[in-house]
């Protein structure tokens, strides 16, 4: 769609994911790697970041994030964090940031977005689970080597 990209992941298996797409990201990073702060200023023209699409409950995700955009930025927080996060509210009213949540897409977005997904064979790793396995779910899921998805299969 024409913006530039930063995957941005703690574990080597989300870069990798990062990596293997067909639709690869401008830049992948580990946000604890030393100086990050600096290259991701440096990388944007040194304001920052135009957005954050966090896409997972971890919030320190989220947390990290926020930092990280420049003025006028927009975060979108689709991970659902059970708990609270902080923000630093000077930050976000004199730099007039936008934090916003979504939990679907209109039909509009979907089709683009599948569009984008068959135009560029877009794929994801599927971990199949019978549902005897579905047990084991939460543990896989809190697994921080997971690669993919978890699906349960009911035949």
């Not at 304001?47 to 997972?56: D, E, I, M, Q, W």
């Not at 926020?66 to 927080?77: Q, S």
């Not at 007039?96 to 560029?120: C, F, P, Y």
């Not at 994801?124 to 997971?146: A, Q, R, S």
Request: glycine share 8%; charged share 30%; hydrophobic share 40%.
């Amino acid at each position: 769609m024409g913006f530039k990209v930063v995957a941005i992941d703690s574990r080597k298996e989300g870069r990798a994911l990062a990596a293997e797409n067909p639709l690869k990201p401008d830049l992948i990073v580990d946000p604890n790697e030393e100086g990050i702060a600096d290259k991701l200023k440096e990388w944007s023209g040194g304001l920052g970041l135009n957005g954050f699409v966090v896409c997972t409950d971890y919030i320190d995700a989220t947390s990290w994030a926020l930092p990280h955009l420049r003025p006028r930025g927009t975060l979108v927080e689709l991970g659902l964090p059970t708990k609270n996060f902080e923000f630093e509210p000077f930050k976000a009213i004199f730099e007039e940031l936008t934090i916003r949540g979504s939990l679907v897409a209109s039909k509009k977005q979907t089709e683009d977005m599948l569009r984008t997904v068959a135009k560029h064979g877009i794929t994801t790793k599927i971990n199949v689970l019978t549902p005897e396995e579905g047990v084991k779910l939460p543990d896989l899921y809190m697994d921080p080597h997971l690669k993919g998805r978890l699906v349960v299969k009911f035949e």
